[in-house]
């Protein structure tokens, strides 16, 4: 069975930082592409980052470029969204995602961290 879990979520003021991490189990991180979503209250999941499975090639989300980092480790099959300079725009659920893409092509979901951003 696989299981995604995120952690590292919690209440910060306008302009502090966060770290989010996910674990994984019952997939190799080596296999996937991984990304990081949020979904705002009311709003649709949208993609904030995501980096190839060999670790080569990130992509960000505009809202995020130059404040967000993602980076992974397929050794210890974890996965980590830094996030500075973070301001209430940035209040959502963050959920770590993982995309085979090579085997069977699954995609996995983490149940999600709440970050909340106070002005």
């Known amino acids: 069975q696989v299981q995604l879990a995120e952690s590292g979520g919690g209440l910060v003021q306008s302009g502090g930082s966060l770290r989010l991490s996910c674990a994984a189990s019952g997939v190799s991180f080596s296999d996937c592409v991984l990304s990081w979503f949020r979904q705002a209250p009311g709003k649709e999941r949208e993609l904030d980052a995501s980096i190839g499975y060999l670790g080569i090639g990130t992509n960000y989300a505009d809202a995020v470029k130059g404040r967000f980092t993602i980076a992974r480790d397929n050794a210890k099959n974890t996965l980590s969204l830094q996030m500075n300079s973070l301001n209430p725009e940035d209040t959502a659920v963050y959920y770590c995602?993982?995309?085979?893409?090579?085997?069977?092509?699954?995609?996995?979901w983490g149940q999600g961290t709440q970050v909340t951003v106070s002005s």
């Open positions: 995602n993982a995309a085979r893409v090579r085997g069977p092509r699954d995609e996995y």
